[in-house]
């Protein structure tokens, strides 16, 4: 594969997306997941459109990215809050 050709950095592009899809999605579980559920499905679609050779971390980060969301809408729905913590 040519690394010069337009398409070698289209891919290589979406490899990177793909990845930084998953590892939001992760984070976002922890905090901000306001922030970075939307981030990560918005990511891993546009690496599954660009042709990831890293599908199914793009997967990941859209499942991700959607728990993200579900689990923020359980917190506003069981206590009216947009935050939680570890511990108190």
Do not use: E, Y
Request: net charge positive; aromatic share 6%; proline share 2%.
């Amino acid at each position: 594969m040519d690394i010069t050709s337009p398409t070698a950095w289209r891919r290589t592009d979406a490899d990177g997306m793909a990845v930084a899809s998953f590892v939001m999605g992760l984070i976002g579980l922890l905090l901000f997941n306001l922030v970075f559920g939307p981030c990560a499905i918005i990511l891993g679609g546009l690496a599954l459109a660009r042709g990831t050779g890293r599908r199914g971390r793009a997967l990941l980060g859209i499942t991700l990215g959607a728990a993200d969301l579900l689990v923020l809408a359980a917190l506003v729905t069981a206590d009216q809050s947009v935050i939680w913590q570890f511990g108190a």
